[in-house]
């Protein structure tokens, strides 16, 4: 019990690289993390606490590392013996979130726009009105002499509607890989074979690390153990791709095929769409559901408005888009094209600077982790 005590007291003054500023997020985060070195209950749980293992010392780049593997899973929290109301306090999901937001602030760019995190409720909700505003501004009186005809570029023009969306595309990817770039020079471990950029890939294709450690799941609302905030995320995130692949058909469709929308129910871009509208349902109103009924010691109680922002304007972009498909052909077309535009464009706006950051960052500590669990424990070397 004193060592762990004398350790923890000293994790601060152990830290490496850039200064950490006594009771910042970083420094708090050392602290447990020199009391989870000495107990190492927690070891098999997931990735954080092998990769912990390879460090006497916690420096920032060691902690932004650590809290971009955690994925809040709290197997780790009930487990713990010197959770609260232990003197101790260690609370590994509620430090570890605390630092994330953290990391997008730090290493966002452009540099001043990291201050978006700190109120991504506000941002979301004047994005959206922007967005609604313009886009019905624009359509207003602008219905297609045919209803029937479905054609959403006598609302819109394409060469317009592919600027915008282009613009914003560009940036958002620019935005996402400077950031994701500045975290990784932060504390690189060397380079990447085949074997850890496939099981990395795995890992996040899976969601591995959502299954508490032991294929059980994680907590949620108690100390029972569940899947669904895996399956949740699985259904969200497949849905997301399906929807982006049927954009990216529908754009070779029209640019190498000659073949121009509106597409007929039964054809490639339209099923994939469907599917993953369905899935981007399915999966944000599961995770909100978790998120609201989630016990408020997993995680950072202050991220909850930026979560269930996200959350929202997923569940909104892909609703108004499965309305807009059943009445496309209906006088209502140009509104509904017009709300649905309105939220797939305020969700690409805000997606560097809210919750979709996480998965860019969790992506590249996991292909951190699977490098460097291939090299020798320099700890263990160490000791020998």
Known sequence: MQQLEALAQQAVALARGEPMPAGSAEAEAARQMQICNAC???????AVFPAMTRRLEFGAADVHYLANLCHNCGACLHACQYAPPHEFAVNVPKVMAQVRLRTYEHFAWPRPLGALYRNNGVVVSLATAFALALFLMLAAG?????PASANFYAVFRHGWLVSVFGVVFVFVALALAI????????????????GAFSEAARDALTLRYLDGGHGDGCNESSDAFTLWRRRFHHATFYGFMLCFAATSVATLYHYLLGLHAPYALASLPVLLGTAGGIGLVI????????????DPMHGDAMQRPM??????????????????????ATASMP?????HLAFVLALFLTLPYGKFAHAVYRCAALLKFNIEKRRPNPVSAGAE
């Open 40 to 46: 190492r209950y927690c070891e098999g749980f997931c």
């Open 142 to 146: 602008r219905a297609p002499t045919d």
């Open 179 to 194: 950031g994701a770039r500045r975290f990784w020079r932060g504390e690189s471990p060397g380079a990447a074979g085949g």
């Open 283 to 294: 999966g944000p109103l599961g995770l909100l559901w978790l998120n609201l009924n989630r």
């Open 307 to 328: 979560d269930r922002a996200f959350i929202v304007l997923l569940l909104l972009a892909s609703i108004s888009g499965l309305a807009l498909l059943a009445w496309r």
């Open 335 to 339: 509104a509904l094209l017009a709300v």
